[in-house]
Each structure stands twice: as C-alpha cells, then as structure tokens.
C-alpha cells in the first residue's frame, strides 16, 4: 500500500491496466479516476461497479470473488494492449460524459429542483 500520495495522476500515467478487486463496493472513485486517465479497468462485479465500468465496452468485470476469472481479465488486458487502449479510450469518454463534476453538479441540482417542486 502507498499510502497518502498527491501524486496519483502521474500513478495511473505510468500503469498498464487498473485493477479493482473489491468484495464490497458503493460507487468506486478509484475507478472513475482511472477511467479519466484512459486505463483499462478489470474490476470486480460489486456494488456500483456495473454502472460504471461496461463490461467488455469500457473494461472487464469478474465476479465477486472469483480469483481466476480476474487474473483472467487482467491477463487478457496486458495480452492485448491495442485492446486494452480501446477500452481505456471508451472508458475515459464514458467517464466524461456520464461522471464529470460538472455534469453530476448539474445533475444533483436538477434532482433537487425536481424534488422541492414535487413537495409544494
């Protein structure tokens, strides 16, 4: 574990593939993160993982708890980098348009709007 770093954009820079091996998970900002910097993401299948990563359109999901089906994943990623840059390439649009602040700041006003008109 690295710990604290405030260097984390030049991390992602210099890796290969983003991996996620989490057992529980709510919405990753982990993966957001590594999606705007254009990695490949092999997560697991948890939490919220779903609505973030497509699985095999803008990364590759393995079951909660399946060793083997993510060793696969992150096999198949860094066997195939031409692969790995399309999806890292979809991954980082997606998160552009559907996870950027400014679009979820929009979004969460809208919501709020929304909900004050309803209660009146």
Do not use: K, W
Not at 17 to 46: D, H, K, Q, R, W
Not at 54 to 65: K, Q, V, W
Not at 75 to 101: E, K, M, N, S, T
């Amino acid at each position: 574990m690295l710990g604290l770093r405030r260097d984390v954009p030049d991390l992602l820079a210099s890796a290969d593939v983003f991996v996620l091996s989490s057992l529980c998970e709510a919405a990753s900002l982990s993966i957001l993160e590594a999606m705007s910097a254009g990695l490949p993401v092999a997560a697991t299948n948890v939490g919220g993982n779903a609505e973030i990563v497509l699985d095999r359109r803008t990364g590759l999901l393995s079951p909660r708890g399946d060793a083997a089906a993510l060793a696969a994943n992150i096999i198949a990623l860094l066997g195939d980098p031409v692969r790995g840059r399309r999806l890292g390439q979809a991954g980082r649009q997606r998160a552009q348009d559907l996870f950027h602040q400014r679009r979820m700041h929009d979004e969460f006003v809208r919501l709020y709007r929304q909900l004050s008109e309803d209660a009146t």
